[in-house]
């Protein structure tokens, strides 16, 4: 089993739509979480970063269940520049830098 | 902050061919990560340093692939000799130690082709 899994998609959402990403981990020991975005031929960057409290940044909703170790990602009111993968990320050790990427989720906001 | 630097942007080599990957860190970054993407396996890790010294090199694939530190400011990744399989984009990235997955930055990647 991989330990971060992820419907690679791809999704294809109209403009203006809501859309939601699920992600699940193997380990329950893991400690830290992110979602991470990625454009085409460009490197990851950090989106968000992902709490049990979940938390919002504008149409952005991240949210942790650690009971069922999962994490999601909800954007609301998509936009075409929201087309991109974005990436689920785990962390196992808080003094152990290590990242563990899924493999991506692809969405393309259709105009 | 010039951020992660990476070079080259892109490698096309022939196979056999020795290949080094460069990457400068962020200054003040103590941690550095050496990332393979491909379509299929997505981003694995292959290797990462703390404070100049190899932690993790469990996802290095074979003997063919080294990685350096010898400073701070500079590692590199070698495939010797290069096969057409090895052909993926290669991430660096570089954090502060102890912040547990925050505060990464990725460079923008070398795309290796192996022909």
């Known amino acids: 089993r991989k330990e971060v899994e992820q419907d690679p998609g791809p999704f294809n959402v109209p403009e203006g739509a809501t859309v939601a990403f699920n992600c699940t981990y193997s380990?329950?020991?893991?400690?830290?979480f992110f979602w991470y975005r990625q454009d085409c031929r460009k490197e990851p960057k950090l989106l968000m970063s992902?709490?049990?409290s979940g938390n919002e940044d504008g149409r952005f909703t991240a949210q942790l269940n650690r009971a069922s170790q999962y994490i999601s990602l909800l954007i609301r009111d998509s936009k075409l520049s929201d087309s991109a993968t974005y990436l689920c990320v785990v962390n196992n050790n808080f003094g152990n830098e290590k990242l563990t990427f899924g493999t991506g989720t692809r969405l393309t906001i259709i105009p | 902050d010039a951020g992660v630097i990476q070079s080259p942007r892109h490698e096309v080599t022939e196979m056999g061919q020795e290949v080094t990957l460069r990457c400068k860190p962020i200054s003040g970054h103590n941690s550095l990560f050496w990332y393979r993407q491909t379509m299929m396996r997505g981003l694995e890790l292959l290797i990462y340093f703390n404070n100049n010294v190899p932690i993790d090199d469990s996802g290095m694939p074979e003997d063919r692939f080294s990685a350096k530190m010898p400073n701070a400011s500079f590692s590199t990744l070698k495939i010797q000799p290069s096969e057409p399989r090895d052909s993926a984009v290669y991430f660096c990235a570089s954090s502060r130690q102890g912040k547990g997955g925050y505060g990464y930055t990725f460079g923008s990647g070398t795309r290796l082709t192996v022909v």
């Open positions: 992902v709490y049990s």
């Open positions: 380990n329950s020991a893991s400690q830290s």
